[in-house]
């Protein structure tokens, strides 16, 4: 299992970016997908998640409104649109595989991350 993520960068307040991540080595398409994030300050923290065929989606508070997940099945590849950043949106920004032990789920794979820095 394989999860690339880029399109990270420096951004100021109200900018936008467009993160993706690229898998390989497992079935994209019959996987739950996941973005978390994590800061200094606040440890790791869950961002938004999309179901197998993307039709479904959910989102943290944080994020709702501003930040829009997508995946193109064809491509393996998961994306993360940010609009109207802040500088709260400061971050390592990692994909995740989501799996479920029929009961919960949980990531059990991620990326190595990309920087998101919000800053003027």
């Known amino acids: 299992v394989q999860l690339v993520e880029s399109g990270g960068g420096l951004v100021q307040p109200g900018g936008s970016l467009r993160l993706s991540c690229a898998a390989s080595?497992?079935?994209?398409?019959?996987?739950?997908m996941s973005w978390v994030r994590q800061t200094p300050g606040k440890g790791l923290e869950w961002v938004s998640d999309?179901?197998?065929?993307?039709?479904?989606?959910w989102y943290a508070d944080s994020v709702k409104g501003r930040f829009t997940i997508s995946r193109d099945n064809a491509k393996n590849t998961m994306f993360l649109q940010m609009n109207n950043l802040k500088p709260e949106d400061t971050a390592l920004y990692y994909c995740?595989?989501?799996?479920?032990?029929?009961?919960?789920?949980?990531?059990?794979?991620w990326g190595q991350g990309t920087q998101v820095t919000v800053s003027s």
């Open positions: 080595g497992f079935t994209f398409s019959t996987y739950y």
């Open positions: 999309i179901i197998k065929s993307g039709l479904s989606t």
């Open positions: 995740a595989r989501v799996v479920t032990d029929g009961v919960n789920y949980y990531d059990d794979y």
